[in-house]
Each structure stands twice: as C-alpha cells, then as structure tokens.
C-alpha cells in the first residue's frame, strides 16, 4: 500500500456484502483501504458497461444460508480486480472464472506483489489499449481440488449431507475448521475397515450403497448451489 500511494494511487474494495457491513469491516479489521458495498450490482454492472472488466457473480446463495444480518438480493462476487490509471486506461484485469480446480472461485488469488509489478510493466508501456485479461497469473496459494472440496463439505455435515462452511461474524468461529472436518474421515474409515472386519462383507457392501444414496441429494444439491463455468 505504501508504494502504491507513493506513486500517487489508490486501492478500493467493493463488496456485494451491505455497505453497513463494509463499514464494520473496515473497522473491525482494521483495514487501510476504503471499502463500499454494492449488494444490488450497481458498481459491477458500470464496470462492464465502461468495457474494465466483466466480474462474474452467482445468484444462487443456499450453500450460505440463512443469516439473519446480511442478504445477497442480486448474488454474490467472484473475486476480481481491475487496475486503471488516471486516463480510464485499464492497466491489469483479473477475474476469477469459477470451475472445478478452483473451488467454484473459492481458491487462491493473485499474489499481490505479482500483481503490482504486473501494473508496473503496464504504466511503463505507455500504450494506449486495455489491458487484457489475465488468465494465468502468479497465485498467492495453492489450489484445492474439488474433490478434496467435496470431502471437506461431506466430513462437515458429518457424512450424511455434505455443509458449505458458514460466513461468520464478530470475531465468531465455526467449531468445524476444514482440518477437523478431513480428521474425520479418518476415524469413519477406520469404521468401515472395522466392519468389513466383523460383518460379513456383502452386508457392509449393501451398508455402503446405502450411504451412498442417502448421500447423493446433498452432492446434487452443493453442485447446483456452487457455480462451475
């Protein structure tokens, strides 16, 4: 942030979060960028018009659910950013396009200083066109694998329905992070190695086909709920 306002910039965030929730985060996270909301798309949808950059976002927000202090009347963002000097020239653009190997835009993002030097090559350029979007930028993070994802999900709701991690507030924590979800996959394998063990395996198999039913409405449902381009 330092070099960026040295150089005579500034960094905004938007959020399809409420703006009074902007505001409490900025408060509570004591954050150094000013951020807005934009629960009706309002900002997202000048963006496109301007030609910047075109965000995707999904409308579908049962996986969040019900949460009495916040709706998503239009969706909510996938992450993105967009950089623009003072002429309305667009200097980097990156959005996510949410899929499989990144977790329906629940993965990594751009590393910061990559993205920064990014905005640097731009401005030295002195060319006049937009930049394009960029598609293989240096994350920040590695990527999940959906099927790791689902496993996360499934061990949460305990086996029975897979559960989407819920958006906390106030300093709250779930009481499930993802690592005590995927700890609990130990100890139901070990069960099924343990029936296998003492039942006979046709009926463990008949147990197991079962489960599978019984666990495929859920799987249907995340995969309807979570957004894959």
């Not at 200083?113 to 002195?126: E, G, L, S």
Request: aromatic content about 14%.
């Amino acid at each position: 942030m330092a070099e960026i306002r040295a150089a005579g910039g500034e960094v905004y965030g938007i959020t399809s979060e409420p703006n009074s929730l902007a505001i409490e985060a900025e408060d509570a996270w004591n954050m150094t960028i000013p951020v807005v909301g934009d629960p009706h798309h309002e900002i997202r949808r000048d963006l496109k018009d301007r030609g910047w950059i075109d965000i995707f976002y999904n409308s579908d927000c049962g996986h969040l659910r019900a949460r009495d202090w916040v709706s998503h009347p239009k969706g909510y963002y996938q992450p993105a950013v967009v950089a623009i000097d003072k002429s309305q020239r667009v200097l980097y653009k990156w959005r996510c396009v949410p899929k499989y190997s990144n977790m329906s835009g629940a993965g990594a993002r751009p590393e910061p200083r990559y993205v920064w030097k990014k905005i640097n090559q731009a401005v030295a350029t002195f060319s006049e066109e937009n930049a394009c979007y960029d598609e293989k930028p240096f994350m920040g993070s590695e990527e999940l694998s959906w099927f790791k994802f689902l496993l996360v999900m499934v061990g949460h709701g305990w086996f029975i329905r897979p559960k989407a991690f819920p958006l906390l507030r106030d300093g709250g924590k779930d009481k499930v992070s993802p690592k005590d979800a995927m700890r609990r996959w130990q100890f139901f394998l070990m069960a099924w190695v343990l029936a296998l063990v003492v039942f006979p395996v046709k009926w463990v198999a008949v147990v197991t086909a079962l489960w599978m039913i019984l666990l495929l409405p859920g799987l249907r449902e995340i995969h309807r709920q979570f957004q894959n381009e």
